[in-house]
């Protein structure tokens, strides 16, 4: 395989990858998911905050109730405006609002929610509220 071969594929492989984008874009498109999915909350809008977790976040929500009643139970926080901070890291982001913080993760069809209701902790892992394995 010639250089020009091998560069074709690898952005070819790059572009079938959703982390290939350039991060402004990936940041944006991260905080506008956790914004939806914000404003979902703010609505007390079960089907939409249901439907921007991941998969297996959802999983372990309604590990032992549906989504809508297992969220209510959580109290989660919901945060308005926009994003003081967006870090994006490959296929995984992390948006801070003022009272909340949301982590997301890249699939093929848009980012998804991976944990919310998350508060820093001093030399620890965030502690959140919601999450999945």
């Known amino acids: 395989m010639g250089p020009i071969t091998g560069w074709l594929l ?58 809508g009643p297992s969220l209510a139970a959580l109290r989660l926080p919901a945060a308005a405006g926009r994003a003081e901070r967006v870090d994006v890291y490959g296929s995984q982001a992390l948006v801070v609002f003022a009272q909340d913080s949301v982590f997301l993760a890249s699939f093929p069809d848009g980012w998804r929610v ?3 209701g998350c508060t820093p902790r001093t030399g620890r892992p965030y502690h959140c509220e919601l999450k999945g394995d």
Do not use: I, Y
Request: include cysteine.
């Open 114 to 116: 991976t944990a919310a």
């Open 10 to 67: 690898a952005g070819t492989v790059c572009l079938a990858a959703s982390g290939c984008a350039p991060v402004g874009e990936r940041a944006e498109a991260a905080e506008t998911a956790a914004q939806r999915f914000e404003r979902a909350l703010m609505a007390a809008d079960d089907v939409r905050v249901c439907d921007a977790l991941a998969p297996a976040t959802r999983e372990e929500l309604e590990a032992e109730a549906p989504c």
